[in-house]
């Protein structure tokens, strides 16, 4: 007889607590998926072991007994601990962390293995010699897997500098000493090229893949297999950090600076920090890599809690790219109006002319960001959210890319009756239409979220640009992260200001990112590339360095004004925000919460700034406001413990409205 402690697979925050069943099987152990009766209806739910003792902690009168256990699904120790770890770390419910690790889908009923890997045709070319620099960033983390210790690397290289093949050659060594790799990139546009190159060289037979772009069923059996140990290693998005290996040696997030290793749905995890965790616990090693690290990490590294590798030239040793800076206010007092200025137009023209390709950025989707009235001013906005709507021309409509509530444009303006409805703001469209009214001769494609909805259409038109059929490829910032054509020899930064003008103390960092992350693409052959980037604010600091590719001064610049502000590094950002169908009764509750916050943590040297509506304050008839706390460096569990003890007392059924805490949020909107 054993007494187990169940975490219940239930939404509520109402059962976000252990309960105690007794189990007449004394094989039952911690991560074993169950089925037991619940409530006083004594339905069977699922639920999952999180403790397992000889004897009770306290008598019980009516202990209700396990009915049976899934002997397929069982996660281990470790992720019990992760797990646990996660509901404190993000202020989230048990069962959010759990299902973060568990497959979605079921068994195939005909018993069939569904195979992701089906449509992939390996990259297999030959093994490439490495460079003196290569082979002295290898040594190190290499020394840490022989020597089975914890260590976490930054591997900081320019674009192009062969950081995949340093990733590739760690794999081996990891694999070679018996252990495991988990091998992470930040968008799913991006796994079918590193899948290549890693089939390539490890074979599809001991590799799995992790997205949610997988089927229900495909998750499932990926999860499956690596539960059972046949594969060595799991690539994919962020979520592959939750793959359920017994041995992890090696995690790498290459990219680490992107956004997306960040959750935006709860549990809002930081990928980085989960990798870390479990790496504790198994003594792995994380590498961390990127050519424009943030400047959280790189702060990080100066202080030695990462070790710092380098990789300051090109694999192919040609130079980095030549960069120019357009401003777009003398195009227009010189009379061009198009949105391509004449250096970028010669630059076109001169790489179609040498037969070489081009990449068009531009992170702004559909073809005009918003629909006015010019007489009366009136914009479209969605019914729902309150936020302008953006014109697809594709397929005349306007649309809200929160909701995604779409409407046909009015021919006249709906308060006033003006037929004088005009649209505003540049586009991926826009930029097609007008690139091919310039080079009509050319092929020309977009790659947005508009034009690769259906599965395999992305894929497909990265391997037509990859086979040079695509002359000039135009889109957001898909196409500026890690891709890898050695014919580009030209990108266009349709506007650098699209990102730096957003409300939000990354704005800087982002667009130097941007920039010189689609300045990479250029110039991977064996000639050098060129970049134009065109801009509205050319002076900007953040556009300056990354036209000179100066990451140094860059993150000096922005270190000193992150720390005269008191942003992160130098402290937590905590977003509490409260959501509900009444807005009164949502603000009430922001200033209840306000108010208790005050109260505990007001001598703590926190910033705890008043309640206000979210920038976005209603989504789908949902009202939200939001409260930021600034938490100095050292208060963060302070914090985050203060929250947790408010969000316990604050459990009544009668609440009609919902909060979620958000740390260190990639966005304020």
Known sequence: MKYVDVIIDNKSEHTDVMYTYGCEDDSIRAGQKVYVPFSQGNRIREGYVFRVADEPDQEYKNLKYIESADEDICLNQEIVDTCIWMKHRYLCKYIDGIKCFTPAGSKSRKGKVRDPFKDIVADEGERPQLTDQQQAVLAPVEAALDSGSHERFLLYGVTGSGKTEVYMRAAEKCIAGGRQVIMLVPEISLTHQVIRRFIGRFGAERMAVLHSRLSAGERYDEWMRIKSGQVDIVIGARSAVFAPLEKIGLIILDEEHETTYKSDMTPKYDTVEVALKRLQQHAGVLIAGSATPSVATFFRSEQGIYKRLELTERYNQVALPEVSVVDMREELRNGNRSVISRKLYDGIRNALENKQQVILFLNRRGYSTFVSCRECGKVLECPDCGISLTYHKEKDRAVCHYCGHEIRPPKTCPDCGSKYIRYFGTGTEK??????????????????????????????????????????????????????????????????????????????????????????????????????????????????????????????????????????????????????????????????????????LSQDELQIFRPQPAPMNRIKETYRWCMLIKSPQGKRRMTAAALEKIKQNDKSKKNKYAVTVDINPYSFI
């Open 431 to 600: 930029v097609e239409e007008a690139v091919k009214e310039l080079f009509p001769e050319a092929s020309i494609e977009r790659l947005d979220l508009d034009s690769a909805r259906k599965k395999g259409s992305l894929d497909a038109m990265l391997k037509r640009f990859g086979k040079g059929k695509t002359d000039i490829l135009i889109g957001t910032q898909l196409v500026a992260k890690g891709l890898d054509f050695r014919n580009v020899a030209l990108v266009g930064i349709v506007s650098a200001d699209v990102t730096l003008h957003i409300p939000d103390y990354r704005s800087p960092e982002r667009t130097f990112q941007l920039i010189t992350q689609a300045a990479g693409r250029a110039g991977r052959g064996d000639i050098q590339g060129k970049v134009v980037i065109q801009s509205y604010t050319p002076d900007n600091y953040a556009v300056q360095k990354a036209a000179a590719q100066d990451y140094r001064g860059f993150y000096e610049e922005e270190l000193m004004l992150r720390g005269y502000m008191g942003y992160p590094p130098y402290s937590d950002l905590f977003q509490v925000v409260f959501s509900g169908k009444s807005e009164q009764t949502v603000k009430q509750a922001a200033e209840k919460w306000h108010m208790q916050l005050e109260e505990v």
